[in-house]
């Protein structure tokens, strides 16, 4: 069973167009991330969702907007599309950023190049 | 500020040579550290992670890392490399609300 999914693994747009990627854990966890990772592998932390509520928002363009309608999925919206938008997006999964213990697992990512 | 700096950037090594790869942290709480590796085209997935207690901590495929305290450090190690290992390796240290991952590190192995 995937733990952590996300759909699609690829995406392929024209500049200024709109694209959603999907993300399902079936872990039970509490928390959910999105992270962007360049072409030089920086990860870095875009949003994060705790039960539902938005907990972390890193400076991201308004153009990206993150949706949680359950615990369990939490998706990307992104608007006008750039060409810096290229990247891999990965999606996480947590069983709650306030547990001592707290464990980060990651979806496959999205690789969206804008065209 | 938190931070994670990695100060290996690339490291090739040959099969069954030994590896260290450095990790340093910045941030005055408690911490959860963590190493992470991504084989290339694929996500990251955890090797090992740090709570408490045995600052020796082992992970997956025979990887250990080494938490000091006073070195603000969590060096990851292998005692004999495969070509299998290469790989990106990205350390991570959870804060109050966040991860911070470090630049990575990039691992080839040669055969």
């Known amino acids: 069973d995937t733990a952590v999914s996300q759909t699609p693994k690829y995406l392929v747009t024209q500049m200024g167009n709109d694209k959603s990627i999907k993300c399902e854990q079936n872990l039970g966890h509490d928390t959910m991330y999105w992270y962007k990772q360049d072409s030089k592998k920086f990860l870095k932390i875009m949003f994060s969702y705790n039960n539902k509520e938005l907990i972390i928002n890193e400076t991201v363009p308004n153009r990206f907007s993150p949706k949680s309608p359950d615990k369990a999925h939490l998706n990307l919206h992104i608007n006008s599309l750039e060409l810096g938008d290229s990247a891999v997006y990965f999606c996480?999964?947590?069983?709650?950023?306030?547990?001592?213990?707290?464990?980060?697992?990651f979806g496959p990512g999205t690789r969206l190049t804008v065209l | 500020a938190q931070s994670v700096s990695q100060h290996n950037h690339h490291v090739i090594l040959s099969e069954a040579a030994s590896l260290e790869l450095g990790c340093n942290y910045s941030y005055g709480g408690t911490v959860n550290l963590f190493w992470y590796v991504q084989y290339p085209g694929q996500h990251l997935q955890l090797l090992l992670k740090y709570f408490s207690g045995d600052p020796l901590v082992k992970g997956i495929k025979g990887f250990e890392a080494e938490f000091i305290k006073s070195k603000f450090s969590f060096n990851l190690r292998k005692p004999s490399v495969q070509w299998s290992d290469t790989a990106e390796y990205f350390c991570a240290v959870k804060g109050t609300y966040k991860y911070i991952f470090g630049t990575g590190t990039r691992l080839k192995v040669l055969a």
């Open positions: 996480a999964s947590s069983p709650g950023q306030g547990q001592r213990t707290d464990t980060q697992y």
